[in-house]
Structure formats: structure tokens, C-alpha cells
């Protein structure tokens, strides 16, 4: 609202006497573009904002811009260069015509059948099928027809003259005769004129090796693949693909076998063990390994018990006699007692000599090397000290600490409970007092007895029983 | 000293012990940080028969008391292993024994039954006369293929040996020994006794049986 308005409205005077001057003419924003038809009047609809997406349609196309100036056709007559006659033929041309070679003549082509002199014929071509004249006769159709073979022998149509037999040529013979002589004149040409071939010309030569014979089969095998039936080319195709299986099978066959061997083969021995299979044999081989292994101690390389264990096992491997068995415990126990202890060597060696004869042949390394120990640290102790430290032997031992009293046996619950009940009876305590090995040896002892007397009753009561039924059966 | 941790095989050595526990009834003149309601001051103890020292072999001892004790685990790495308390209540201790490292063996354990009160036929005399209780179990450790140097540990002196007579000291004996033998004995001859008895008596029943079936 403007101040006038206002003014107007509250019938106050004007502020600034200036009627004479027009209010300024209001400013009406004009848009870059006209707008046109409907354009025009949703802008009046929406106001200042226009739509967002404006489609604009090419009603009409745009100029096309020619780079030619406009020219007239004319009708004009032209020749063909590639024509032998003097044909004149009428075309229509734009603008001036200027006689140019006539644009297709590029194309005719021809194929360069060799052409050839009676002499060269007489040399080399002749042959007795053929007459020169047939042959002339051929060269020129080849000539004609650019030796399109199939159109070749189907115009081909020689009249022979009376005393020439009627030539009945296929297809193959006619291919044969044309690639025979152009490889005959090649030849002749190349020596008469010295002039060794081009490789492009050798093998243009070896390109016409033509065999009549062959083309034909392959024509025949050509024809009968043509032929087949559905059936047919089914069971083809079945055929190949188990032939290819079988192939695949027998190749992995091979393949399993090849790995195999290659299994069984290896380890490699480097030499012969032949030698190490007598009783020398034998001893030289625990030589050695002495040897080697007092080695490998003196360089201070920790033993490769690994190599050599397979050694020493697959020694017994070989026949097995008595004698062997012994020499290869003590090659063992030799090799054990090295192994050991190095400063005490010999010693070892030697109460390990002794032991083996005691023990039998087939002792695993370990308990031997154990025994061997247990022995020496036992001999230090008097044998009457014994049963003062509590010591004693046992074939088979548990390894590990416990307390004696844990360890008396158990029955099942119910006979344990009747073999206390006993136990009670008699007086003895279930726990007892001093388990000493003597006493507990004595209590289990008791326990089984225990056992055993009701077993017996058991027994004896049923066996009772059985007598009173039979009894008052019989009664 | 040839290093060994070498088991002996086939060998197995023992050695007897004794644990268990002492109790005394508190005076009045006891100590003022003692808790009212504690009757006793008790002692669970592990030795060995005759002054023996175990430690040579048994690194530590743990007794694990009752939990309502503060640091109810006790470890005792020194002898005398014993632990000393105040209560008023029996409970079970356990008492792990630990071996010295070349043992190479694992701890035992076992269960003692704290005894305050007296027991047995003269409970009522022991009780009038403030007596000490105890209550003590012989037992012995036996280790089955000990190492080598456990072996020359155990060896060195000579005390698996029990003293010949019984005394208040040391209830346990050779004479005790001897006494549970001879029960034992007794035992196993009145059961072998009954067995052959009984052996005869099925030897008749059979007889009758077979008698009676060929009727």
C-alpha cells in the first residue's frame, strides 16, 4: 500500500503537493524469450514462474545445408573400358560430363589361364586322353568362364571329329588335364628361361598339385557325410564321445600306474643292502653306524635318531635267523649306549653287552636303556636296605604317586556292603589303622576270602533249596 | 650327581607319614583377640613317623580350612607342616602335598576330620580332664617308577623304618604294625574256616540233589 492509499483512505492531505506529476509508470519485467500461443497464457497463469521443464518441439526441420550448388543432370553417353566391342550406352551424369574411365571397368577381372605355343605342347602337354585340340578347347572355357569349374563342365560340350573316340570327361578329369599342363608349363618355362620360381610361384606350383584319385574319394566322403541320417549322426556323435571316454580312462589308467611305481620306488637306495645280508654284512653295518654316529657326537650335531632308526628297522627286516636277531640287538644296544651317555661310553657299552645275553632278543631300545639305569642306581643300594627305604619291584607299575590308603580295591556296592558287614563281624575296622604294604597286602587278601565265602554260601543255599524242592517233589 | 629325570621302571618306593590334628580346650587366660565363641585351640599337622623330615621330598603343603577362617587356604612351604587355629566347630580339612620339582609328580590329596571333642570309650574321663585330643592316620606315600633323582632323595637316609614299641608319642609302630597283621590273619583264617565248611556242606547238598533226581 502506498502512503496515497492511505492517505486517500484516511481523507488526509497529500503529503507532497506534486499532482501534476503522473505516478511513475509501473515497470514490467519482460522475459529473454517471447512466448508464443499457449506459452503465453499459462505465463499469465503461473505468473513470473515458469513451468520447470519446457518441452520444445521442432515443428519443421532445419535448413539442410547442401555443400553442392544446385546443377543440372545430363544425359550422357559413355563407354566401357573393359568392353572389347564399341558399345555405347547412355547414362544420366550431374553437371558437366567428363568422359573419366568409366568407374566399373576396375572390376573385370580375369583369371590368367597360361597360354601356350604348339611347340611348348609338343614337349610336355602331350598325352594320349587328351588331344591338342581338346585341350585347346579346354584352356579357352577356362579362359571363358574364369575357371568356374562346376560352369566349366557343365558347358563343356567337345565335339571330337571323326576318328577321335566320344569324350565323356567328369569333372575331375577335365580339373586334372587344366592343373597338369599349367604345372607342365611352368616347369618348361622355369627351364627354359633360368629363372628359378618366385616363392609366390612355388607355391602357386605346389597349390596345383592336383590328384585326381584323392578328389574324388573326398568328394565321395563329402557326399556320404552329407547323407547321413539322423539315426546315423547320432550314434556318431554316441561313438565319439566313448571313444573319448575310453581314451580318458586308459590315460588315467596309465597315469595310476606311473604314480605307483613311483610309490613303491622310492626311498631310492643309493647302494645295494644285498651286501648287508650276512651275518658280516650285519656286524660291518653296526660298525658303521658307530662310526658315523661317534662322529656326529665328536662335531657336536644332535643325533638324527630319525635315519637312523629306519636303518636299524629295516635291517631286522632282512632273514630273520637267530644269529642275525642277536647281532642286531647288539647293534642297537651299541647305538643306545652312544647315544646315552657320551663320558661313560665304554662302560655303558660294556653292562649293555652283558645285558642282552640275559634278556631275549626282541627288547624294544627304551626298556632296555631303562633297565640298564635302573640297575646301575640300584646297585648302590645294599639289597638288605630294602625293605628299609620301602623299595620294591614290580613287573607292571603304574607311574605316578599315591597315597596307599587309596588304593584298596573296590567291589560292587552290594557285595560291599556284606563283605563289611563281615568285616565287622570279625572285628576288623573298615578303615584301617596302619596300611602298610604288608597290612594292606593282608586286608585285600581277606577281602577276596571275603568274597569267596559267600559265593560258597550263595552256592550252598540254592543247592539247599534245590534239595528241599526235590524232597517234597519226591514226597 | 648324575641328573635323572629318568624314571626307574618296574620300581616302587614308599615312605609312611603321618596327619591328623591336636586339639585343646581354652583355658581363661587366653588371649584377648581370640573370638568369644572359640572353645579350642587345634593344630592340623603332616609328618613323618620318627622325626623323619619330609620336606626333603614334599615342597609345601596346602590345608584348605573351613571358609568362614580368613585365608581359609593355608600354604606351608617349610617344616613343620602344621597349622595352628582357634574354633569351635569340626570340619573336614584337605591337605595337598605338593612334591619337590624333580618328582616330576603331581599333588595328593586327603581328607582329615578335625576332631575337638573326645571320643571314643573314655569320652567322659577325657573330657573332665580338659585332656588333649587326637586324632592322627598313618599313611604312606607310595611312588610307583620315581625318577632318578627322587629315588637318590628317598635313599639318602634311613628313616622309613617305624619304631619298634608303641609310645604316646608315636602311636604308630612296628608293634602296631604287627598287631593289625595278626587281626588280619585271624580274620582271613576264621573266613577260610567257614569256607571250607561251607565247601563240605555243598559237597553233601550235591550228593542228596543227585540222589534225589536219579529217584
Redesign the interface.
Known sequence: MSSADIRDMLDLPSQVPSAGRPPPAKRIKTDGKKLDGIHRELHNLLGENTHAVTVMQNKFKEKPNWMQKPSPWVWTKFKNQARKDDLELYHWVRGTPTNDEYPFAKFDKQVDVPTFSKEEYDKSLADTAWTPRETDYLFDLCREYDLRWLVIQDRYDYEPEENEPPSIRTLEDIKERYYFCCRKLMELRRDASGVDWTPRDLELYNAMNFNKDKEIMRKQYLERLLSRSPAEIAEEERLILEYRRLQESSKKLVQDREELLRLLESPQTANSFTQYQSPQGLSQLAGNILASDKNRRRKGVPEPAAQVGPVARAVPGTPNSGAHTQAVAQAQQAHVAGVQNGVHGMKQTQQAGRTPAQAAPAVSKAELAQSVTAKKVVKRVPPGEENLYGISYHDKLVQGVYLRSTKISTLKPTVQTKVASILAELGIAPKLAMPTAKVCERYEALQQAINLLIETKKQADKLDHEVKVLTSANA | MSG?S???????????FVYGNMAVPLKEDRSPDIPPDHTHSWTVFLKGVNGDDLSSFVKRVVFKLHETYPNSSRSIEEPPFEVTETGWGEFEISIRVY?VAE?S??N?V?YHHLKLHPYGPEAEQQKSDGATVTSM?????????PT?SL??I??KK?N???PAQKSMMVP?SIQ??NE??D??????T???E??RR??E??HV??Q??AA??S?
Open positions: 635323572g629318568k624314571r626307574l621302571k618296574n620300581l616302587q618306593i614308599c615312605r609312611p612334591f618328582a609328580e603331581k595328593v586327603m592316620q598313618y599313611d604312606e606315600f607310595v611312588f610307583n617308577e632318578e629315588f637318590e628317598l635313599t634311613s622309613a623304618v617305624l604308630f602296631s604294625e593289625e597283621l587281626r588280619l590273619s585271624d580274620a582271613h576264621k573266613v577260610q567257614n569256607i561251607l565247601t556242606r555243598i547238598l550235591e542228596e540233589k534225589l533226581q529217584l
